[in-house]
C-alpha cells in the first residue's frame, strides 16, 4: 500500500526541539492529531492514509517522544499542556483549533480545552475517558517508588532488529496487518549506538509518576469546555476495560461534558488508529466542520 507522504519540521517549543508532522496542503482546513503515551506522530499515518476530504493534519511529537528532544529524565506532566499552548499559538494564533487526540494526548488536550475553551473549536478523544485510579495509590507509596526508579534508572525495551520489532507488534496485537506492523516498526522506532532499536520514547516515560491522580480534578476541567466533543470508544480498549462494567462511573464522566457525542468503533483494541483506520477516519470526518 502506498502511504500518503508526510513532511516535517523542527521548531522550537519553550527551549526544546520540536518535531511536528504535516500532511496535506498547507491551505487545507488544519487539524491537529495529539499521540499518546510511548508513540509519536507517525501512529496516525493509517488513518491519515483513510481519510476522504483534504485536510492540512499537524501532528506534533510530544516533548520526550519521535524525533523531539528527550530529556533523559523525568518529565513533568504539565509541561505538556504549555507545550500544547505554545504549538496551537504558532500554527493557529487567530483561531480555535480543530483537535484530534489519542489516549494521553487526549488527556492533554481535554483540560486544556477546559482550562482555555476559547482555543478548541472541536475535540475528538481516541478512547479516553479519563484514569482508573489504584487502590493504593497513596502519596508516600508513589513518592517512595518515584524515588527508588530515579536510583536505579528507567526500564529498557530493546530489539536486535526491525523484524523482530513488526513481530512483537503483531504478537501483542494479531488484528495489525503484516504490513502496518512493517510500517510502524520503521517509524516508531529509533536505532541506538549499540545497533539495537528502542521505541521512539524516552525510557524516562516509563518512571510512574510521584503524583496521586485525582479524576475530580479531571471532571472539572471537562466541565468547562464549550467546544463539541466526540469520544470514540474501541470495543476492546482501555475505556470498556475500565468502565464497562461501571455504568454509573461512565456516566458520572461522560456528564461532565456540555456536547458529548460517543460512538464505538467495533472490533478494535486501544490503537483504534491502527486497528481500524478507515472506521476511525470516517467517524472523525462526520464529526468535524470545514466552515
Avoid at 482501555?238 to 461512565?250: A, I, M, S, T, Y
Amino acid at each position: 500500500m502506498e502511504h500518503i507522504k508526510s513532511r516535517t519540521e523542527k521548531i522550537d517549543i519553550r527551549g526544546l526541539r520540536y518535531n511536528v508532522r504535516h500532511w496535506g496542503p498547507e491551505n487545507a482546513p488544519t487539524v491537529f492529531f495529539l499521540h499518546g503515551w510511548m508513540d509519536c506522530s507517525p501512529t496516525f499515518q493509517f488513518v491519515v492514509d483513510a481519510l476522504q476530504q483534504s485536510w492540512h493534519v499537524i501532528a506534533p511529537d510530544w516533548r520526550g517522544y519521535g524525533e523531539s528532544e528527550w530529556l533523559s529524565r523525568p518529565y513533568w506532566y504539565p509541561d505538556y499542556y504549555a507545550d500544547l499552548d505554545r504549538l496551537l499559538a504558532h500554527y493557529s494564533p487567530e483561531r480555535p483549533a480543530r483537535i484530534v487526540a489519542h489516549s494521553m494526548g487526549a488527556n492533554i488536550a481535554g483540560t486544556y480545552a477546559g482550562i482555555f475553551p476559547q482555543r478548541v473549536a472541536q475535540l475528538v478523544m481516541l478512547d479516553f475517558l479519563g484514569l482508573k485510579p489504584a487502590i493504593d495509590d497513596d502519596s508516600p507509596t508513589l513518592i517512595g517508588n518515584w524515588l527508588r526508579n530515579l536510583q536505579k534508572g528507567p526500564p529498557l525495551r530493546l530489539f536486535g532488529s526491525c523484524e523482530a520489532l513488526a513481530s512483537r507488534l503483531l504478537e501483542r496485537n494479531p488484528r495489525l496487518s503484516e504490513e502496518r506492523a512493517e510500517f510502524l516498526s520503521w517509524n516508531v522506532s529509533r536505532v541506538r549506538d549499540d545497533g539495537t532499536l528502542e521505541m521512539a520514547c524516552d525510557p524516562w516515560h516509563r518512571v510512574p509518576s510521584p503524583a496521586v491522580y485525582h479524576i475530580d480534578d479531571t471532571l472539572a476541567n471537562w466541565k468547562r469546555i464549550s467546544a463539541p466533543v466526540l469520544l470514540l470508544i474501541a470495543e476492546y480498549g482501555l475505556v470498556n476495560r475500565r468502565f464497562g462494567n461501571d455504568p454509573l462511573e461512565f456516566k458520572r464522566r461522560t456528564d461532565s461534558f456540555r456536547q458529548l457525542q460517543t460512538e464505538t468503533i467495533a472490533d478494535c483494541a486501544h490503537n483504534l488508529q491502527h486497528d481500524q483506520p478507515e472506521l476511525t477516519a470516517a467517524a472523525i470526518e462526520r464529526f468535524l466542520s470545514r466552515d
